[in-house]
């Protein structure tokens, strides 16, 4: 019964290596996005649809019902996958990344989802720039430098695709998101400033689910956060039968 483990943007599957280490179990698996940091396969579109089919047969060749974790774009990819193969999944845990119709995409998804000032974002999205404005929401300086080392353009194309085919997710997806009924936990960071913690609240009662909120906490709680993550989730897994 794996654990899988799916990060978000402009994040790889480091991610998850602080919360890892705290973790007992070691039948965990980080799974890596195609294009970010991982390959393509031929003819990869990078929308939503395209990385939540890619997901589910991911999950699909480790043969058993697996504990998943999403985090940001992970969260929402969770939420689909939990949606529709509820018989791949045990247990659900998610945070920072709402499927959620009054959820309003922040300034710089926007700007990703417009064609043409996307592409003028990504050409000064630099390395340095990415490192240097990342702290600002929480991620740590020195993790800032390693993460924005690995956006490149492969990456930033995927994001383009992937941000403008979910204009409407919220819409599009919330309504199977409330048919889940596999346990759920909502980890989510209390000071995140691209989704604020309503949406952790409102998606703990629509799935009725448990909601962890990290105090202090920007958006990236599995770099922030990992001990009290690792152990958040273990408890949950623990109450599991």
Known sequence: MPIVLVHGVP????????????????????????????????????TKEAYVDWLVR?????????????HDWGSLLVQRVV?????LVRTWACGDGPVDEEYVWH??????????????VMEAMTEDALAEGLPAAGLPADVARE??????????????????????????WQTDVGRV??????????????VEPRFAERLAARVR???VLFEGCGHWWPQERPVEAAAALE???????
């Open 107 to 120: 300034d710089l998804a926007q700007q990703w989802q417009t064609p043409g000032v996307g592409e003028q």
């Open 58 to 70: 991911e999950i699909a060749r480790l043969g058993a019902p697996v504990d998943l974790v999403g």
């Open 235 to 241: 408890r949950f897994w623990a109450h599991q039968v």
């Open 11 to 46: 994040d790889t599957y480091r991610l998850w290596d602080p919360m890892r280490a705290h973790l007992s179990r070691r039948d965990v698996v980080a799974v890596a996005l195609p294009g970010f940091d991982a390959p393509l396969p031929a003819g990869f579109a990078a």
């Open 181 to 194: 009924t596999r346990p759920a936990l909502i980890l989510w960071s209390k000071d995140d400033p691209y």
């Open 83 to 87: 949606s529709i193969r509820p018989d």
């Open 147 to 172: 993460v924005a080392r690995h956006v490149d353009a492969t990456m930033k194309d995927c994001i383009l695709k992937l941000y403008r085919s979910a204009v409407r997710v919220g819409a599009e």
């Open 209 to 211: 689910g448990e909601l």
